[in-house]
């Protein structure tokens, strides 16, 4: 892997692995009809900004270029740093010509300033699913969720295979909403936002810490732990969600019941045993507004969460305040995945073919003949270009890692005689066509 | 189609036809075994602009970012405008990790500022390959000019297809050289520069202007009738050249050696009614060195050129003293290729699902079961999400051009009855699963 700036770039046998990997992800996305588009590299600044500015103001990449026929320098363009908000210019600006709901994936580099670390990136692919409805017109979004969870556990479970990485995964699932309503049940709403980044916390605190925290920001010992009780219980089944919490509000009734229709619309999908509902999901404390989810790999602690997941409530009307666009999207890390496979799996091929026919006749017009033929009943056999010393061609094929050689000398050529010679054993088998 | 700032994007429906495009070309250039590589958005502004930087100073798109530890603003890098220097530099950072001859294809967009006008834009697709070597250790190049042609030949031909356009193609080949010598060899080196760029402006002006610039530039009456008579001949036979050059100069011979013995390679890749010898392609005055090409579509004169050729050596010097690499090769223009068909063929698809399963069983589990049924036998069904009135279902069909809706209704559950309504006649016809 070499890189500039922190922009990296893959030697070709890591580009291989790569290009499976997105070409698996996006034809497991295309047929469940979430369709392609690909928007512009660079926004207007203004958009960029719009969310999270104070975020986001020192990770972009900021454009000028000379407006030739003012001789003005312009400078109100950066690189794009998410596929959201892109997306969510692009359905504003052709809200007339798509059909909603409209379920689009894209595949697309992002680029965002960081400072160099392990696995992170300048430059690297998201790859995200949406589905965008008018939320004016289209009340029933609960599917979506469902339909969306699957396509992941599809998805993941397709490339997990391709990749021959034997992997168990786990989606966990919540409702931001469930999480406000419990905090405002215990009188504690002044303190959202504090509450919520202990419970983000959970994973990387141990208990103790845990309950000291609460106890920083002046909870009462008896809700402390009933507060952990609540936020450290995971399972399946929501009923046993309900009896946990045993608070009886109406609006969080409600919620209860939305993520209910939910896990239903999953079972029907038959993938009950790989999600679970875990309320200390946050994900991001402002962002997201009803269903959340990450999903951890269990026998991976170095891999855990490889995917999340977003829900947005009109978020379009900061662009443009006639509209009134509700999403739900996720987007699988690939670059943590990948780079956990550049460690952990040797890369198995330098090119995608499997001989080589050396190039050993006198006559050029026989070789490219037996290429031509061999070409068409074979498919995955490359020709060596030039005469050259034998040893030299095959060593092409070894720095190639290339599997076979395929060997004819000139006094076989009448009898279409030739020998494939394994490059690992250096077996020779001989051929006769 | 859409632009922020002439970066131009996609409708879905457009976006599909250009996947396929792109996925034809890259699927044919790996079958000839060139290898995938991408490579980082940007480039150091040094890179970027040691080749022809007084042509490209106006073209690029800087970057400036704040690099977060100093506080201090970083201005030495822009986006590639091409996918040539960065290729370049790519293969001289890696050179030890690459196996020589290196063919690689890149498909990646590049940036750059134009003034807006039709069919340019400034972010689009280019589809190179190229076949490099390092110039010390390989002198038998040859080969890989024809092959590389075979590969082009093939791919034009599978994407044509694919987009259903018959057309007519001819590869126009030359050998900058070639134009070089004969210059000479009419004493008139010293006007070698205007002489070329007159040969280029052929197809443009008529034959008369066409003298009168070369009386311009002050060449002898009879030396304009031999080099027109010479510049505007073509044919696949290199006899027939020989014989109408009619020189005697060793070194014009060579050269003419050298392309007879591509012309035989392309022979024996059977193509021979698909290319000419045609003196006048000069493709630039000073970037290329030896075989040029380009590709002219003969029926449509609006597409005309969509491919063209380069060829280097030892270009890498430029930004590494110690390497001598040299390489050729080619790239087709998708920009005008795509805007041709958007131009004249209608998109078929919005989408690529064929049948819509609509929403209309009392129960979502078994909506849900006969759409997973469904999908395993037919593949491209998608499934209306919601339980709207049929009216609103239907009409998402029609929206996204889907061919088939399919309607089940309760009472029609039990025997596994439905219909598939055909939405272009709106006939039905009954189907027991």
Chains 1, 2 share one sequence.
């Not at 959970?202 to 309950?211: G, P």
């Not at 037996?370 to 094929?397: F, H, R, T």
Request: with cysteine; net charge positive.
């Amino acid at each position: 892997m070499t890189n500039i700036a922190w922009f990296f770039e893959l030697l070709p046998e890591e580009k291989i692995v790569e290009e499976e990997m997105l070409k698996t992800i996006q034809e497991s996305y295309k047929k469940f009809w979430y369709t392609t588009i690909e928007t512009a590299s660079i926004e207007k600044n203004k958009v960029l900004l719009a969310k999270w500015w104070w975020e986001i103001k020192n990770q972009i990449f900021w454009l000028y270029w000379l407006a030739q026929w003012c001789e003005k320098w312009k400078k109100d363009y950066s690189l794009h740093f998410d596929l959201t908000l892109p997306f969510w210019r692009y359905v504003v600006e052709n809200k007339n010509k798509l059909t909603f709901p409209f379920k689009r994936n894209q595949i697309q580099k992002v680029r965002r300033w960081e400072r160099p670390q392990r696995w992170r990136f300048r430059e690297f692919y998201q790859t995200d699913i949406d589905v965008i409805r008018d939320a004016n017109l289209d009340k029933n979004y609960l599917f979506y969720d469902a339909e969306i969870i699957f396509t992941l556990f599809t998805t993941l479970n397709k490339l997990f295979k391709k990749l021959n990485l034997y992997t168990d995964f786990q989606i966990n699932l919540n409702n931001k909403k469930i999480i406000l309503w419990i905090i405002e049940s215990f009188n504690l709403e002044d303190k959202t936002q504090q509450i919520c980044s202990i419970i983000d916390k959970k994973d990387k605190i141990n208990i103790e810490q845990y309950k000291k925290e609460f106890e920083e920001i002046w909870v009462k010992k008896d809700d402390i732990d009933k507060l952990i009780q609540i936020f450290n219980f995971k399972t399946n089944k929501i009923e046993e969600i309900e009896n946990k919490i045993n608070i009886n509000n109406d609006k969080l009734k409600k919620w209860l019941e939305e993520l209910k229709k939910v896990t239903n619309y999953l079972n029907y999908f038959n993938i009950k045993d790989y999600f679970v509902i875990n309320l200390w999901i946050i994900r991001g404390l402002d962002y997201y507004t009803w269903t959340v989810f990450e999903t951890f790999i269990m026998n991976d602690r170095k891999l855990w969460s490889i995917a999340w997941w977003w829900s947005y409530e009109n978020f379009t009307k900061k662009i443009d305040s006639k509209t009134n666009f509700s999403w739900v999207g996720w987007s699988i890390w690939i670059t943590r995945l990948q780079s956990y496979i550049f460690e952990k799996v040797k890369t198995e091929q330098k090119t995608s073919s499997k001989y080589l026919l050396l190039n050993l006749l006198n006559s050029k017009k026989e070789t490219i003949n037996l290429y031509l033929k061999l070409q068409k009943e074979w498919k995955n056999i490359e020709m060596y270009p030039n005469q050259d010393k034998i040893w030299k061609q095959l060593k092409y094929a070894d720095k190639k890692w290339i599997k076979f050689c395929v060997i004819m000398w000139e006094n076989e050529l009448e009898q279409w005689n030739f020998q494939i010679k394994n490059m690992e054993t250096w077996d020779v088998k001989y051929v006769n066509l």
